[in-house]
């Protein structure tokens, strides 16, 4: 018999400093509530924690990952509750047992907004393992990372939660466009093509191939009759940003080609999505 479980999490991010918003992933905190339980996973990569920000001490931070530990595993180390708000897990089936503590947190230590992840007790182990992975990528060597075909696929069923709620299509037919036999988009909503896009690969080479493809997909689709008031929405993962000069050359190019046409070009994160966030690009 199939269990449907929701996995909702949060990313720990460690910023230095707060004037120079630089940041980089320390851990993540899981909730299942149909198990009861919450834990957490910090890096293991300390030496990447140490190259980011040299000034930082070792030992503070992994007293830091510690407490982080004491505050949200459940019940592997937490096996009573106590009076004080941050050891109470009297609230574990909560559904917002998870947005109540990561709110504490602003500063040096800060919590993403909490994402959920349905899934079920056949998948649970390997998508808690794919989450783990994807966030602390660095924490395995370059022949064992997640790849990136495992991200799309988490990050596509990161987005039902939310597109579930809406009006939609999912994967559109692309039309007769010659050498395109795969959906383009993931979801389709009155004029509105959803198309997901991952930036974790292992070399800018791979990542360029990939964003070429999507452009030229893209662009087929939009000659094609009856596209002429369709408008596209990127949606991307949040590591986006350690291919940071190739997601900048792709936003600059869809500016160039684009900026004068009557298609409207958009893109947002899986944070931004969830709250109706996006930016115009053209």
């Not at 602390?136 to 997640?146: E, T, V």
């Not at 597109?163 to 466009?177: A, D, E, Q, R, V």
């Not at 930036?199 to 191939?209: E, G, L, M, T």
Request: proline share 2%.
């Amino acid at each position: 018999m199939v269990d449907t479980k929701t996995i909702r999490y949060s990313v720990l991010q460690y910023t230095p400093s707060l004037l120079r918003k630089e940041w980089i992933n320390a851990g993540i905190v899981f909730h299942i509530i149909e198990d009861k339980i919450s834990y957490f996973v910090s890096t293991k990569n300390l030496s990447r924690i140490k190259s980011f920000n040299d000034e930082c001490n070792i030992s503070y931070f992994k007293a830091i990952m510690g407490t982080f530990h004491e505050q949200f595993d459940y019940p592997l180390l937490n096996q009573t509750t106590t009076n004080d708000s941050f050891y109470n897990f009297d609230d574990i089936e909560s559904e917002d047992f998870l947005e109540k503590r990561v709110c504490n947190y602003a500063n040096e230590f800060r919590f993403l907004e909490v994402r959920a992840l349905s899934s079920n007790n056949y998948l649970l182990e390997k998508d808690l393992k794919n989450i783990k992975d994807n966030y602390l990528y660095y924490d395995k060597p370059a022949n064992k990372r997640i790849d990136e075909k495992t991200v799309r696929s988490l990050l596509n069923r990161q987005l039902r939660i939310r597109f579930n709620k809406l009006s939609i299509k999912k994967y559109p037919k692309n039309g007769n466009i010659p050498f395109i036999s795969k959906p383009i988009f993931y979801f389709k909503s009155g004029n509105d093509y959803y198309k997901t896009l991952t930036f974790d690969y292992s070399n800018d080479s791979s990542a360029n191939k990939e964003l070429k493809c999507s452009i030229f997909d893209i662009s087929e689709f939009l000659k094609s009759p009856g596209k002429e008031d369709a408008n596209i929405i990127f949606i991307v993962n949040n590591n986006y940003k350690d291919k940071i000069s190739i997601y900048n050359e792709f936003i600059e190019y869809i500016k160039k080609v684009y900026n004068n046409s009557n298609h409207k070009f958009f893109i947002s994160s899986v944070e931004e999505f969830s709250i109706c966030k996006k930016t115009k690009i053209n």
